[in-house]
T-cell receptor, first 114, second 112 residues
């Protein structure tokens, strides 16, 4: 069974902290994505990567960075967390050529920034 | 800008009845659509998809209808079961990695 694993289900951080959200997939997928999900808003794409060491900005990259050193791992970094980054963060992956269709999602990390 | 909206934020349905969840999209260039199901505490799961060259597609207990004229699609769930309780949202694609807009979701509550 395909699996996208996000390291933390819940995370509480303080304003100004550096935050790492980790995502690992075991499907050998080329494409990986980070979204945030907020009440009343649809999923919004933060960053995506279509290959190791490659990254592309999504719709809302401000305040975030990413790292893809290995094919199976895609990390989202909040350099200095702010309260408006309190959200549910979803990682997803897909096969090369599938783009962001046929996405496989992780269970999400609910981040609270105090 | 692009938007994908849902007509009702919450839908309550009696177990065994059919459910209909609606979605309206704004971009006439959208050519591919997916319905996702998101259960509490879980990530979204693919349910069914449809391309713009079709107006209906059926799966197991689910049917998606697409009306390109009015830019509307719906998800029909037959004989709704308690396990169908979840948030359902649509996604509209217009090609490429970034050109997808996700709807905000309808929460389906199944009454036993």
């Amino acid at each position: 069974d395909v699996k996208v694993t996000q390291s933390s289900r819940y995370l509480v951080k303080r304003t100004g902290e550096k935050v790492f959200l980790e995502c690992v997939q075991d499907m050998d997928h080329e494409n990986m994505f980070w979204y945030r999900q907020d009440p009343g808003l649809g999923l919004r794409l933060i960053y995506f990567s279509y290959d190791v060491k490659m990254k592309e900005k999504g719709d809302i990259p401000e305040g975030y960075s990413v790292s893809r050193e290995k094919k199976e791992r895609f990390s989202l970094i909040l350099e200095s967390a702010s309260t408006n980054q309190t959200s549910m963060y979803l990682c997803a992956s897909s096969l090369e050529g599938a783009g962001n269709e046929k996405l496989f999602f992780g269970s999400g990390t609910q981040l609270s920034v105090l | 800008g692009e938007s994908v909206g849902l007509h009702l934020p919450t839908l309550s349905v009696q177990e065994g009845d059919n459910s209909i969840i609606n979605c309206a999209y704004s971009n006439s260039a959208s050519d591919y659509f997916i319905w996702y199901k998101q259960e509490s505490g879980k990530g979204p799961q693919f349910i069914i998809d449809i391309r713009s060259n079709m107006d209906k597609r059926q799966g197991q207990r689910v049917t998606v209808l697409l009306n390109k004229t009015v830019k509307h699609l719906s998800l029909q769930i037959a004989a709704t079961q308690p396990g169908d309780s979840a948030v359902y949202f649509c996604a509209a694609f217009s090609g490429g990695y970034q050109k997808v807009t996700f709807g905000t979701g309808t929460k389906l509550q199944v009454i036993p």
